[in-house]
């Protein structure tokens, strides 16, 4: 019954930064793995950043280490996605999603997904 929502998303100059929240409601995030995915038009679906449920370790995709971190706030039930030094490319519907199992790119791993966020990086 876990429900998550993201929020943050926007429209922002290249150079720019942007902080996405992913909210949860109906049970802890606490012992879930959280994922932050996004979709461009016409591409598929890539994992970009997780956080693991037990010991809080985090990875990161290449096209955006050392520009994102992922951090999770257990008082607040909720995980962030600090994005900087953003690019054209990094446009794209962005997603947060909850599994059981330790960080993963597959998108079958996890059970429960957000509505999305739109992230436009523009002129």
């Known amino acids: 019954q876990l429900q998550l929502v993201e929020s943050g998303g926007g429209l922002v100059q290249p150079g720019g930064s942007l902080r996405l929240s992913c909210a949860a409601s109906?049970?802890?995030?606490?012992?879930?793995?959280i994922g932050w995915f996004r979709q461009a038009p016409g591409k598929e679906r890539e994992g970009i950043s997780c956080i693991n449920s037990g010991d809080d370790t985090t990875k990161y995709s290449g096209s955006v280490k050392g520009r994102f971190t992922i951090s999770r706030d257990r008082a607040a039930n909720r995980v962030f996605l600090q994005m900087n030094s953003l690019t054209p490319d990094d446009t794209g519907v962005y997603y947060c999603a909850a599994g059981g199992f330790h960080c993963s790119w597959l998108p079958g791993a996890y059970g429960s997904w957000g509505q999305g966020t739109q992230v436009t990086v523009s002129s």
């Open positions: 109906g049970a802890t995030m606490d012992y879930y793995t």
